[in-house]
């Protein structure tokens, strides 16, 4: 029904099918992501989610990061720089291809590495 593509730069990570989702009482088309440095203004993920039948591409709903080049100006280890991961959606999270959770594993190892000795 539809496709979500996952895009780190201009690198594709990988891509994943999708449903519906549940808000409320409805049942809505995913949206599509796009990440923004919140230090720097740079979109640096993407995750367009296209209507398979169509090729038309879901509204858009942007996501306050921070990007993995102001990774070390992160404020605490809850920044999470340069992933994917969204800690108050499931749907989306448990959509996740496997390529995009190794990813995302490599950015989290990169910043606790500069906390953590």
């Known amino acids: 029904m539809f496709r979500q593509y ?6 594709l990570l990988g891509d994943t099918p999708r449903q519906l ?5 409805d ?13 720097c203004g740079e979109v640096y993920q993407r995750a367009p989610c296209i209507r398979e039948s169509t090729g038309v591409v879901s509204i858009w709903c942007p996501v306050r990061g921070v990007c993995p080049t102001c990774g070390p100006k992160a404020r605490s280890l809850h920044d999470w720089p340069g992933t994917f991961y969204l800690p108050a959606d499931f ?21 606790h590495k500069r906390f953590l000795p």
Do not use: M, T
């Not at 049942?27 to 230090?39: D, N």
């Not at 749907?91 to 910043?111: G, I």
């Open 6 to 11: 996952f895009f780190a730069g201009s690198a």
């Open 91 to 111: 749907e989306f999270n448990a959509a996740l291809p496997q390529s995009v959770l190794l990813h995302d594993f490599h950015a989290h190892y990169l910043h």
């Open 21 to 25: 989702v549940p808000i409320k009482e």
């Open 27 to 39: 049942w809505l088309e995913p949206a599509s992501r796009v990440w923004v440095c919140q230090l």
